[in-house]
């Protein structure tokens, strides 16, 4: 099975674990990270790095908050010392595609990427101008 991991700034990761969970159910394999106002940047780094290293897998699927922030920056130097998959700009229709799509086997990660990428493009919508296309 995937391992998620949802990091973020403060608590978006919980949050969105927390209304995933909502939907789904409780959850396994999901670890979240927050990187609080004033914590150390670089054991934040650290605690994620070790993680990787304590799971031991290729199937390591990494959700950040938004490409170019702390969290985002952390895993981006994580690419060069463990073998996961990240994507920035996390989203509850993403984050609910890849539990429920982290179970079949035999998954390929790079499919796994994919699909969630194109869920979460899909999820935002402007609710105005499709209601009003419709009418």
């Given at each position: 099975m995937v391992e998620i991991f949802l990091i973020s700034h403060e608590d978006?990761?919980?949050s969105l674990l927390q209304s995933a969970e909502l939907i789904?159910?409780?959850?396994?394999?999901?670890?979240?990270?927050?990187?609080?106002?004033?914590e150390d940047v670089e054991a934040f780094g650290e605690?994620?790095?070790?993680?990787?290293?304590?799971l031991?897998?290729?199937?390591?699927?990494?959700?950040?908050?938004?490409?170019g922030g702390t969290p985002s920056n952390i895993v981006a130097a994580n690419l060069k010392k463990h073998d996961f998959k990240c994507i920035t700009g996390m989203n509850l229709p993403m984050l609910l595609d890849a539990l429920l799509?982290?179970?079949?086997?035999?998954?390929?990660?790079?499919?796994?990427v994919e699909q969630c990428l194109k869920t979460g493009k899909e999820g935002i919508i402007d609710i105005e101008k499709m209601i009003s296309e419709k009418n």
């Open positions: 978006v990761s919980v789904l159910g409780t959850q396994k394999n999901v670890y979240t990270y927050s990187l609080k106002r004033g605690k994620i790095s070790k993680k990787i290293e304590e031991k897998t290729e199937k390591i699927l990494i959700l950040t908050d938004m490409f799509l982290r179970k079949n086997e035999p998954l390929e990660m790079e499919q796994l």
